[in-house]
């Protein structure tokens, strides 16, 4: 085992029944990364978490971690941790004792159980709120406890599976700066779930892009925001301007052609995020549909004779109104060039 595939999937397939949910998955998690899990609703996100926890058996392939084979071990013997979006707190116990339960099904007691609770609370910034009941908590801490209740029984892998998506915007900025603290800061391997891409691309190290069971890209943040491999994935990070290359012509989603505005790359289409449009002048012609303030920026949704173009434009530079047609650019030096298309 090398540092690199501190926990490994391998060929790995998972199916309910007759339905196959995950497909062949091949993924190395580095020791001490975290790691985010990016995909719609359904693509087996879920899936992967549970069979990783042992929470079922794969059809076929092999889960391997820190060197060992891991694919028949019960899941109570693989000292990985599953926190899930409902918290599944004990709503009778204190918050000191939830943190504890674990501990305690191990047979951790006395001054040794009250030295790691107290650490866990003190992580996830709930020393105060020791002895109240879970049901007296807000959102947010509750979801500090169940963090905290996993984290206290030491995993070699702690996995989250959309644990923000059940608090408000504030909370979930709040809580995502402080997953990523406490990750760093115990060096935890962290797989995270969401299908959220401002989430993934905030929080992690790596992103892993899955799409129906299977992996769609794996890279950085940077590279899965600026290099996208395909449109599923483009479309996912914000590139709203998807064309298809065919036969040396851009093609736009409901099919017509268009000649592009310089020589275009081997790829099998180019995606352009709103603000690589370049609006004011260029080859191509719309009627401005929509205008919407987003702070520093304008959106528009500009109508043209190959389809919606959706546009973003500093607020600096003087507006233009509805109804008002607008010459624009999409140079190809600003679109992102994609090697799979559909
Ligand atoms: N208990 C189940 N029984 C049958 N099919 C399921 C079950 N759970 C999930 N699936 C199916 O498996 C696929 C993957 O689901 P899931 O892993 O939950 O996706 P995600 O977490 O990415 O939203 C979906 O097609 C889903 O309908
Ligand atoms: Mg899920």
Redesign the pocket.
């Known amino acids: 085992m090398s540092d690199a595939s501190f926990l490994s999937l391998d060929k790995l397939s ?1 199916a ?2 007759k ?1 196959i ?2 497909k062949e998955l091949d993924l190395d998690i580095r020791k001490g990364e975290l790691l985010a ?1 990016l ?12 069979a990783i926890a042992g929470l079922m058996t794969p059809v076929s392939g092999r889960i391997t971690l820190d060197g060992a084979d891991i694919t028949r071990v019960p899941a109570n013997r693989r000292n990985i941790g599953l926190v899930f979006q409902s918290y599944a707190l004990f709503p009778h116990l204190t918050v000191f004792e939830n943190v504890a339960f674990g501990l305690k099904l191990q047979g951790i007691g006395g001054d040794e159980l009250t030295r790691r609770v107290d650490a866990g609370l003190k992580s996830v910034g709930l020393t105060a709120f020791s002895g109240r009941k879970t049901p007296d908590l807000s959102g947010g801490q509750q979801q500090r406890v169940a963090l905290a209740r996993s984290m206290v029984m030491q995993p070699k892998v702690l996995m989250l ?2 644990p923000l998506s059940n608090l408000d915007a504030r909370l979930r900025l709040e809580m995502r700066t402080e997953l990523q603290r406490m990750q760093k800061e115990t060096g935890v391997t962290m797989i995270f ?1 969401t ?1 959220d891409q401002v989430e993934a691309l905030a929080l992690a190290d790596r992103i892993v892009v ?1 799409r129906d ?1 299977a992996i769609e890209q794996i890279g950085t943040p940077e590279e899965i925001y600026n290099n996208p491999v395909s449109s599923f994935v483009a479309d996912f990070v914000g590139f709203e301007n998807l064309f298809a290359i065919r036969n040396g012509k851009l093609v736009a989603a409901g099919g017509i052609e268009l000649d592009p505005a310089g020589p275009l790359p081997d790829a099998a289409g180019l995606a352009w995020r709103p603000r690589a449009i370049a609006l004011g002048a260029g080859p191509f012609t719309g009627t401005v549909r929509g205008v919407s303030f987003a702070g520093g920026t304008r959106e528009y949704l500009l109508e043209s004779g190959f389809g919606t173009v959706k546009a973003e434009a500093d607020v600096s530079v003087p507006g233009y109104p509805l109804n008002a047609e607008v010459a624009f650019d999409m140079p190809i030096s600003a679109a992102a060039p994609l090697h799979r298309f559909g």
Not at 39 to 50: A, E, H, I, L, W
């Open positions: 998972l309910y029944g339905t949910a995950v899990l995909g719609p609703s359904g693509c087996g996100k879920t899936t992967t978490m549970r599976d959309e779930v299908h899955m069971g």
